[in-house]
Nanobody, 124 residues
Framework: VQLQAFGGGLVQTGDSLRLSCAASGRTVRTYILGWFRQAPGKEREFVAAMSWSGGIYYGDSVKGRFTIYRDNAKSTVDLQLNSLKPEDTAVYYC???????????????????WGQGTQVTVSS
């Protein structure tokens, strides 16, 4: 499975941005797709995840501001970022695994396939 994340950019505080993650390579029926981010000098942080059955999970720092959803028309899983703050600046990665447990969705080690990342920069 190959993943491609795109949609990052440079925005100002309070702006919105939409990231997309497209998967290719094989047909998957059961999966968990997650978004993670990593800022310079910081550990990777869980942002959001969506399971094939529609289960949705958010990290505490983005809850209420970010929304993960499936765009069936584009065959992507998108992440809508609203009310952006400078502390949201990071490289955002999408990741996927073919097994799913609600107890492990927030752990990067639970995902086998990773995209290349897209940079989001929020200026103050």
């Amino acid at each position: 499975v190959q993943l491609q994340a795109f949609g990052g950019g440079l925005v100002q505080t309070g702006d919105s941005l939409r990231l997309s993650c497209a998967a290719s390579g094989r047909t998957v029926r059961t999966y968990i797709l997650g978004w993670f981010r990593q800022a310079p000098g910081k550990e990777r942080e869980f942002v959001a995840a969506m399971s094939w059955s529609g289960g949705i999970y958010y990290g505490d720092s983005v809850k209420g501001r970010f929304t993960i959803y499936r765009d069936n028309a584009k065959s992507t899983v998108d992440l809508q970022l609203n009310s952006l703050k400078p502390e949201d600046t990071a490289v955002y990665y999408c990741a996927l695994d073919l097994t799913f447990s609600p107890h492990t969705v927030r752990r990067g080690q639970s995902y086998k396939y990773w995209g290349q990342g897209t940079q989001v920069t929020v200026s103050s």
